[in-house]
């Protein structure tokens, strides 16, 4: 007498799609291991399972040394045996690296962000408050140097009215323009200006912005795509013009309020 054994479909199917979802989680596919943990819900320790395909996940972050996002798996996942102390040491530690890297590159912001994350890990904690502390300083420094560059800004701000021109061979060509009354500058507190410059060259606008230098000079304007120096003295400055024609080439205007 032969005697056959049956088993029902239902439980060979699912043992082997959880010998399969085993097999593909040993072979580093944990995305399409997880997926079918997930669907075989509480058959044997698919549960378990799907932890640990996202554990394998956080190792595989860890070895690519992205340790924040490896980091953040393992911290929700800390009561699985799979995630080992030495695991979650390396990743504060690449952290912590890397925001002493960005402190000494004085990259302060970023820098606290990374010690935030790991304010457990080894002086963290002292370096988020240096980090403070820089980032408050170079607050400081920053509001100072734009009220110093306002101030300059301020000695610019206004009409300037050209009362005198010398060329590139120091000739001086005023009585040469026509009506030099009517070449002025004027410049805007955003940055923006207005010049004026006979029949050579009529009304244009132009940009400025202050750029501190030698002898004098507080600003930089640009027309047609061309910068010149501006320099301050007490009661005047000095405006320089690029080449537009032959009369007007690298001409210096003496310019008055």
Known sequence: MVFFSYVQPK?????????NA??????GNFYEAK?????????KDSVQQVENCEIAKGDRELSKKQYDTALTIYTKYKDNPNVTKEKITQCKEGIYQLGIQMYENDNFTSAKNQFEKISDYADSSAYIDKCDKAIAEAKEKAEKEAAEEKKEMQKLIGTWYAKKAINYR?????DQLDDISTYY???NDDGTGICSMGKHIGQQNFTWKIQKGSNGAI???TLDGDSDTIFYYDD???MYTDEMDSI????HFFCYR
């Open 185 to 187: 500058f004027t410049f």
């Open 248 to 251: 007007m080439y690298d001409m």
């Open 236 to 238: 005047h400055i000095l």
């Open 22 to 27: 085993v097999e593909l989680l040993q072979s």
């Open 219 to 221: 600003g930089v304007w």
């Open 35 to 43: 997926e079918i943990f997930q669907k075989l819900g509480n058959y």
């Open 11 to 19: 439980v060979i199917k699912p043992m082997q799609e959880y010998n």
């Open 170 to 174: 120091d000739e001086d060509m005023t």
